[in-house]
């Protein structure tokens, strides 16, 4: 067996995994940033403060790094997601 033969199924499941990934992550950042961004524009002022707190934190970070981040911070906290 070669050494392509022997990895690429186990490429696939990583393939596999980051599609589930962005089927999750995908529609939730939408919906999350149009709530974000009606809280700022039409929210009070506590509402203004919040959102842009969670979109000045999260700006930088790519999608993938923060649910990588969120998924072993959890495990570090004692609660554990499963990995599909």
Do not use: H, Q
């Not at 199924?9 to 089927?23: I, Q």
Request: charged share 10%; proline share 6%.
């Amino acid at each position: 067996m070669s050494f392509w033969e022997s990895f690429l199924p186990v490429l696939f499941n990583g393939v596999l995994t980051t599609l589930k990934m962005l089927a999750i992550a995908i529609p939730g950042s939408i919906t999350l940033g149009i709530l974000l961004g009606v809280a700022r524009v039409y929210g009070g002022r506590i509402a203004f403060l919040l959102s842009t707190a969670v979109v000045v934190t999260f700006r930088r970070f790519p999608l993938l790094v923060t649910l990588l981040i969120l998924f072993f911070g959890l495990a570090d906290l004692r609660i554990f997601l499963p990995p599909f």
